[in-house]
């Protein structure tokens, strides 16, 4: 909001020394990033799953074609405050990436009337990638693609299961193991991408 907007505006005036209000968070851990640390700009996902799931596209399917997106797996939906902040104090910039489901769109209110404006435009939403998008990442694929995903690890599987799911991407993507995608689900991947980059 303006009266947001205009707080922050004065604490940086009467508080030169400090680079963003959350910089006395820092100071009573004393830790700040030295001089000669990268500190790289990331792409915080919702969690270890949607982590390595865009690991895996990006890194095996495309062949690292978006290497300078950085992930950072998040706590989930609505627990990922304390990066955010780190993240603000050190003046970096970052983007979460959220799921399109209910639980994403609440995670993303709660987050912007938390720390004001100075995070709108960075908590973003696969809705906001393309308002089709209104589920969790996994639902990217298609329901062929999930089970045959997770009879990469349960050859057996007749039906999708999350937990199978998940721990077979991990596999897949440790071992950089390829497996058959269709271009709708290539080119879903591609343009989320191309938006957060």
Do not use: M
């Not at 030295?34 to 865009?54: A, H, M, R």
């Amino acid at each position: 909001t303006d009266v947001e907007a205009t707080i922050y505006k004065q604490f940086v005036v009467n508080h030169p020394e400090q680079r963003t209000y959350f910089q006395p968070i820092l100071d009573a851990i004393e830790y700040s990033p030295s001089n000669l640390e990268e500190v790289p700009n990331i792409i915080l996902t919702e969690g270890k799953n949607d982590y390595y799931t865009f690991k895996y596209l990006n890194e095996i399917i495309f062949q690292n074609e978006f290497e300078h997106i950085k992930l950072y797996p998040g706590n989930g939906a609505d627990r990922n405050n304390q990066i955010i902040a780190t993240y603000l104090a050190w003046g970096r910039d970052f983007t979460i990436l959220l799921d399109g489901d209910k639980a994403g769109e609440d995670a993303k209110k709660r987050y912007i009337k938390e720390f004001g404006v100075i995070v709108e435009g960075k908590i973003i939403t696969l809705k906001d990638v393309d308002p089709s998008y209104n589920y969790a990442t996994e639902k990217l694929f298609s329901e062929a693609e999930l089970l045959s995903i997770v009879q990469t690890f349960d050859p057996l599987a007749t039906a999708f299961d999350k937990s199978k799911f998940n721990t077979a991407l991990q596999n897949l993507f440790i071992q950089e193991q390829v497996v058959e995608l269709s271009d709708e689900t290539k080119t879903k991947f591609r343009n989320l991408f191309e938006f957060i980059k």
